[in-house]
């Protein structure tokens, strides 16, 4: 199937909101596609995750948002993250079944990666993006190294440990980083709805501060 969705026209930076509830999916998301976030993904280890995604796909849609799930760490989970209609598979492993089968269906795969066999297996099975996780285990130079020999384009996301600050995310933009994906420093079950609002904006500001640096360097 050919992929029904442009990265270019969404943040790149994944909200990875593990632990919401079927309850409270909804209000959050909203919060969350007000500030301007756009990949939105479910941890599968989060209650209710597989029904939370059903009523982001049913509330939201796919046309414009890349919805879908996180910790799909096999092919059943994957058969059921597709079966909800969601068009966004992300993994913590390199399983090649797992990321053919979700980009045949049409979904944006990120599965993680920390050493370049695994990069070059995701690619070839077809990964939209490579998340680095936990990147903390690559680090910059790492990055900067596995960078030099990937494919040019190839989208590059570090996950794991990653706040709100330019002091924390600029480092990997500026060698290269395409996005990001943002965990308990974005969202938390325990946080209230304005706490994840602020954060919110403070991620997306300080990601555009981020890109400007950049642009002016």
Sequence with gaps: ???TFDLTKHLPLIAIIRGV????????????????FTMIEVPLNSP???????????QFGTKNYLLGAGTVTNMDLAKQVVGTGA???????????VIRFSADAGCAVFPGIVTPTEAFAALDAGATGLKLFPVSMVGLDGFKALNSVLPKGTGCYPVGGIDASVASMNPYVKIGAAGF?????????????????????????????????????
């Design 1 to 3: 199937m050919k992929p």
């Design 87 to 97: 068009n966004l598979v992300v993994t913590p492993n390199c399983n090649t079944d």
């Design 181 to 217: 994906g943002l965990g308990s420093a974005l969202y938390k079950p325990t946080m209230s709805m304005a706490e994840i609002r602020t954060q919110a904006k403070a991620f997306v500001a300080q990601y555009k501060l981020c890109l400007n640096n950049i642009s002016h360097a």
């Design 21 to 36: 509830t079927p309850q409270d999916v909804i209000e959050v998301t909203q919060i969350l596609i007000d500030e301007g």
């Design 48 to 58: 209710g995750a597989i029904e939370s995604i059903s009523k982001l796909v049913q």
